[in-house]
C-alpha cells in the first residue's frame, strides 16, 4: 500500500502564496512513490472535485488545469518521497479541499492525468482557504 499525507493547508489571503506538500510512505507490487505519477485535485465547497495539475514520476512533463495554469507549480523530489503544490496569486474560486494521488504511471497525455479513475492511492486531503 501507498500511504500519502497532505500537509500546508490554511488561511490565505487574495494574491497570497501557500505551499502544500504531500509525504509518501509504503510500497505496492515493488513500487515505490519514485514509480508514480503524481497529481493533485481539488474539491470546492459544494462542486464536485476537479483536477489541479500533474507530474510524471521522474518529473518530465506537467500538466495544469486552466484554472491555475500560471499560478500553481507542481514538483516533487523523489528523494524525500514527497510531492509540492506551490501556489501563488491565489484567489478566492481556490478555496477547497486539496488532495495528492497516486498513478501507477500508465497515463500518457492530459486526458489521463485528469481523470480521477487513473489515480490507485489518494491521500485524506487539506483544506485551503482563500479571503477575499
Known amino acids: 500500500q501507498i500511504q500519502l499525507a497532505e500537509s500546508g493547508g490554511g488561511l490565505v489571503q487574495a494574491g497570497g502564496s501557500l505551499r502544500l506538500s504531500c509525504a509518501a510512505s509504503?510500497?505496492?507490487?515493488?513500487?515505490?512513490?519514485?514509480?508514480?505519477?503524481m497529481g493533485w485535485f481539488r474539491q470546492p465547497p459544494g462542486k464536485e472535485r476537479e483536477f489541479v495539475a500533474a507530474?510524471?514520476?521522474?518529473?518530465?512533463?506537467?500538466y495544469y488545469a486552466d484554472s491555475v495554469k500560471g499560478r500553481f507549480t507542481i514538483s516533487r523530489d523523489n528523494a524525500k518521497n514527497t510531492l509540492y503544490l506551490q501556489m501563488n496569486s491565489m484567489k478566492p474560486e481556490d478555496t477547497a479541499l486539496y488532495s495528492c494521488?497516486?498513478?501507477?504511471?500508465?497515463?500518457?497525455?492530459?486526458?489521463?492525468?485528469?481523470?480521477?479513475?487513473?489515480?490507485?492511492?489518494w491521500g485524506q486531503g487539506t483544506q485551503v482557504t482563500v479571503s477575499s
Open positions: 507530474i510524471t514520476w521522474n518529473a518530465g512533463r506537467t
Open positions: 494521488a497516486a498513478a501507477p504511471g500508465f497515463c500518457s497525455g492530459y486526458g489521463c492525468y485528469d481523470n480521477v479513475a487513473s489515480y490507485d492511492y
Open positions: 509504503g510500497r505496492s507490487s515493488g513500487r515505490t512513490f519514485s514509480n508514480y505519477d
